[in-house]
Each structure stands twice: as C-alpha cells, then as structure tokens.
C-alpha cells in the first residue's frame, strides 16, 4: 500500500511539473551512479524519507509535549517525546530539544539563550577546521558576539594549540567556550576543554555535527562524559536521519534552552522531521549501526593511508574520523576548486576545502574534504576504498592527459551502480 502512495505521489509530481520531477529524477541517478565522497552528506535511511514525506508535514505544533498552542497533538506528542528519550538515553544527556530545524538554529538558540550582545566566545578558527556557525565575520552571529578564535598547531600534526585556548581564555574570560569543527580529522580532549573553561568561568559547548554517529556509538569520545554544558548536533550527516538538529544539555539549562527555540528562535516546529527524528534515534541504538559507525571509521582510515601512499599531503597527517582534507596545493600544485571540479567530471563529489592558514580564498581554497559516511552507507568496504583511492590520483595526476582516462567515467558508474542506495 505505501509502494501505491508513493507511486501516485509521484505521478502527480510527474503531471504537474515535469520540470520539477525530471530534476528529481536526474539527482538520483547522479547518487546511484556517483561516488558520493561530500563528509557532510549521507544516503537517509528509508524510514526517515518515509516520515518526511509523511501527514505529520501537515501538522503545526507550537510549544512542546503537554503544552501546546495547536489542538489535535495525541500523535505528535508520542513521536516528540519518543526522539527526546531517546536521544538522552544514547548521547547520556540530561536534557533533549529535538526541535531545531538546522545545525545552524541550533547554535544559535545557544548563544542567543546565553550571551549579550558584544559577549565573547572562543572557538576554533574557521581554516583550522571550525565552522560558519561558530561566529564567522561573515554571519548574523559573528557581527551580535565577539568570537575569539584558538588554532591548532600544523607542524604538531594538527593538535589543538592548548597554550592558545587558555591564554585567550585567561585573558578574554569568555562566556562559552566552544568547540567541535567540519574539517579537522581528530577526536578531542574535552576533558581539556573543560578544565580551561571551568579556570575562566566559562559555559561549555561542543557542535559534535560531524561526528554525532561516532559519539552515540562510543567509537569516540562524547562531551557529556566530560561534564560540558551543551552538545549540538545535526541528525542528517552521520546519523542518517531527517535534515535538522538537536541540543543535548544538562537539567539546568533545559528550560532556556526550549525557550530559546521556542518562542525565542522558531515557530511552528517541523513534525515530519522530529518524528523521522525518533526513528532515527532508534535505529542509532542498533547493532548494525554500530557495525555501520566501525565500518566508517575503518575505511576513512584506508582511505587516507593509501592517499598518503600516492604522495598526497593531508591536513593532520591521516585521520582519527570520517574526514580528510587533502591539502591539494601542497601535494600536486593544484587548487581545491580545480580538484573538486576535475574529479566530479569523473562522478567523484568532494567539496573544496580551506586548509589551516590557507593563503587562498574560500572560493579557490588550497585543498579538498573527503569523507566516507554516505558509501559505507552504500555497503562499501576497505577494498572498495582502496579502487577509489586509486581513482581519485589518476584523475588528479593525469590532469594534463585526461584523454588516458577514457573509459574511466564508465568504469566508475558501473562500479557505483552495484552498490544499494537505500530508500532510492
Ligand atoms: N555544510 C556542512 C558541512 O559540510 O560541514 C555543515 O555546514
């Protein structure tokens, strides 16, 4: 019966707007037949795209299980409180908004809940793997608050320059201290994080986005455990669930923190996606997702040792998570722009990537991010990243003499398609 719903839903699409639904069409076969390599980017599980093409995308439901502003919630409630539990019970939370619509509202909700304007944050600097959401100059956050930035330190293999965090802690006394990143390929301290923080008085934060799959699995190291305040994570990226975001937090915080997001932030949350949220909480807790999340890391760490075996220069020396940032430049004298756009002509899809201190714009950065999330998905292994690895250096070193590599884009399509794509 769900098979039918589906089909009609999409023979409408197909009437209405062949425009639209060729468009559909084209993208997914760009996933089946692609090697999808973007660290952010997954293939959602085919419960969740269920859920969000789902009745609950018809539903208002301001405020929060009990204590709504909208009749008719007997459904809603169940699903919401089901992901908050369940989402506790996995990350060891005190405290569960399962309500954010995006990495970036949930962030937000944070420092607006917290901070004054012109209050200090000290965070990781955006080319050393930090993110926009951590108040770069260019968004709405960075001109409110005053973000301060620490680095790491390249010619120590990337460590965090921990000397640099608590000096500007000590000097600029912060009120969050905050860390977590979208491309650096370590695990952290946060055992670290919170001794400097509780020396200044700080609050303590970590946008573990990436990496929230490999926490809920104890593949690495969880925030919480280390005693911080708020931990945020998007739901979509290693989780597999629908696009949007969680805060976990202690007992203390939970009352602002909801009204920070509601009625502070957003209106009406998106119940199609909090309830493809519990689903996806579920599955998190299996023990194929665990095997999933191992499987991840294992072929992120093939991935990048065969790179480094054809001479390529990675950003911290390999990787200890799903992502690797190829220093491009350094490595083969050719931009991440020009890589990222080389390799998709093959159906590789990387994103260009800033390096730490790069001396090149974020448009023509020096370096690529690679990550291996959305084709362990697939059911690709080690042996299936060592052909990619193999792939990607041909591509990039045979630039001058594509005409070698005819029969390639076939090759790769052809390798692609045998794998599931699930819910596609
Ligand atoms: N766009 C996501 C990433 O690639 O890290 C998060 O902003």
């Given at each position: 019966m769900l098979d039918?719903?589906?089909?009609?839903?999409?023979?409408?699409?197909?009437?209405?707007?062949?425009?639209?639904?060729?468009?559909?069409?084209?993208?997914?076969?760009?996933?089946?037949?692609?090697?999808?390599?973007?660290?952010?980017?997954?293939?959602?599980?085919?419960?969740?795209?269920?859920?969000?093409?789902?009745?609950?995308?018809?539903?208002?439901?301001?405020?929060?299980?009990?204590?709504?502003?909208?009749?008719?919630?007997?459904?809603?409630?169940?699903?919401?409180?089901?992901?908050?539990?369940?989402?506790?019970?996995?990350?060891?939370?005190?405290?569960?908004?399962?309500?954010?619509?995006?990495?970036?509202?949930?962030?937000?909700?944070?420092?607006?809940?917290?901070?004054?304007?012109?209050?200090?944050?000290?965070?990781?600097?955006?080319?050393?793997?930090?993110?926009?959401?951590?108040?770069?100059?260019?968004?709405?956050?960075?001109?409110?608050?005053?973000?301060l930035r620490y680095k790491t330190i390249i010619d120590k293999g990337g460590v965090i320059d921990w000397d640099q965090v608590e000096d500007l802690a000590v000097k600029n006394k912060p009120k969050i201290l905050l860390c977590g990143h979208s491309s650096y390929p370590k695990d952290l301290d946060y055992k670290k994080f919170k001794f400097i923080a509780d020396k200044v008085g700080a609050l303590t934060m970590a946008d573990v986005s990436h990496i929230g799959g490999w926490i809920a699995t104890n593949h690495l190291n969880n925030p919480l455990d280390a005693g911080f305040d708020f931990m945020t994570t998007t739901t979509h990226k290693s989780m597999r669930g629908p696009r949007g975001g969680l805060i976990l937090s202690r007992k203390e915080h939970a009352k602002k923190i909801d009204s920070s997001i509601f009625p502070g932030l957003q209106g009406g949350p998106h119940m199609n996606q909090v309830a493809a949220t519990a689903v996806t909480m579920k599955k998190v807790l299996t023990r194929e997702f665990n095997d999933y999340a191992l499987m991840v890391l294992k072929n992120a760490k093939i991935l990048a040792e065969e790179l480094m075996t054809e001479g390529f220069e990675l950003v911290t020396g390999g990787t200890e998570n799903h992502l690797i940032v190829i220093d491009t430049v350094k490595s083969i004298g050719l931009d991440g722009k020009k890589s990222e756009e080389l390799l998709d002509e093959f159906g590789i899809t990387?994103?260009?990537?800033?390096?730490?201190?790069?001396?090149?714009?974020?448009?023509?950065?020096?370096?690529?991010?690679?990550?291996?999330?959305?084709?362990?998905?697939?059911?690709?292994?080690?042996?299936?990243?060592?052909?990619?690895?193999?792939?990607?250096?041909?591509?990039?070193?045979?630039?001058?003499?594509?005409?070698?590599?005819?029969g390639l884009k076939s090759d790769i399509k052809t390798f692609s398609e045998k794998f599931i794509l699930p819910g596609i």
């Open positions: 039918s719903v589906l089909e009609k839903n999409r023979a409408y699409l197909q009437n209405t707007d062949s425009a639209v639904f060729n468009a559909l069409v084209g993208e997914e076969k760009r996933q089946r037949y692609g090697i999808e390599l973007i660290a952010s980017e997954n293939f959602a599980f085919p419960e969740v795209l269920a859920l969000l093409g789902s009745a609950f995308t018809n539903k208002y439901s301001e405020g929060y299980p009990g204590r709504r502003y909208y009749g008719g919630q007997e459904f809603t409630d169940i699903i919401e409180e089901l992901a908050r539990e369940r989402a506790k019970k996995i990350f060891r939370a005190e405290h569960a908004n399962v309500q954010p619509l995006s990495g970036s509202s949930m962030n937000q909700a944070i420092y607006h809940a917290y901070l004054e304007p012109g209050d200090s944050v000290l965070g990781m600097e955006l080319s050393h793997g930090g993110h926009l959401t951590h108040g770069a100059p260019v968004s709405h956050m960075g001109k409110i608050y005053n973000f990387t994103n260009k990537q800033v390096v730490p201190d790069d001396p090149n714009p974020p448009l023509r950065p020096s370096g690529i991010r690679l990550g291996t999330p959305a084709l362990t998905t697939r059911g690709m292994e080690e042996k299936d990243f060592k052909i990619i690895a193999k792939w990607i250096t041909v591509i990039l070193k045979e630039r001058e003499n594509l005409n070698s590599l005819s």
